[in-house]
């Protein structure tokens, strides 16, 4: 079984938002697109409380039950069959969709059957990659969808920093066309 893991595909992390990143919501079709490939999709969301520790590093973004929280309007949200919430508490940065606190995602996927996580969304040097670190290192086949992804790139090249350490956790990267090719 494999999933299609969404990271973090939220207005604050898109244009307009409080941590908006440049085209990021550029990946939404075809991250629709490739949604429908897949028998298990699965999101997460950052869902911060109004005051938390992580604020002193970023500008307030995806306070829980704000508009800024919410997944970007044209995200196909009928095909997530479950959301997982992280960095909800005060002292927590929750970078990592396995840090969720609503629900244990490794325990979710393994009940399910997963062996294989593809994972997409936002954003590659932050979320997507410890999220993606976590799903290799707690034993699931990890595929990286490089064109599905966006990066902040606080400096220049941090997004293709956050590749190279996901490949050697042991990662895969991949283009979407050559998931298409495949399925
Ligand atoms: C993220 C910065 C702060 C992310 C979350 O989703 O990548 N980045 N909080
Ligand atoms: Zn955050």
């Not at 629709?32 to 999709?41: G, M, Y």
């Not at 969301?45 to 039950?65: G, T």
């Not at 920093?161 to 998931?179: F, N, R, T």
């Amino acid at each position: 079984m494999e999933a299609l893991l969404i990271v973090d595909l939220q207005n604050d992390f898109c244009p307009g938002g409080a941590l908006g990143v440049e085209n990021a919501d550029s990946i939404v079709p075809t991250i629709n697109q490739l949604a429908e490939k897949f028998e298990l999709v699965v999101a997460s969301k950052d869902w911060h409380p109004p005051k938390s520790i992580h604020f002193e590093k970023w500008p307030a973004h995806c306070v829980r039950n704000t508009p800024g929280a919410e997944f970007h309007p044209s995200l196909n949200t009928k095909a997530i069959e479950q959301v997982f919430l992280k960095g909800t508490e005060d002292k927590d940065d929750g970078y990592s969709a396995f840090e969720a606190t609503n629900k244990d995602l490794t325990e979710y996927l393994r009940n399910r059957g997963v062996k294989t996580n593809y994972i997409v969304g936002l954003t590659t040097d932050y979320c997507v990659k410890e999220t993606a670190i976590d799903s290799a290192r707690n034993g699931f086949k990890t595929i990286v969808v490089r064109d599905a992804i966006k990066a902040v790139n606080a400096e220049p090249g941090d997004g293709d920093d956050a590749l190279k350490a996901m490949q050697s956790a042991g990662c895969e990267l991949v283009y979407v066309h050559d998931i298409f090719n495949q399925k």
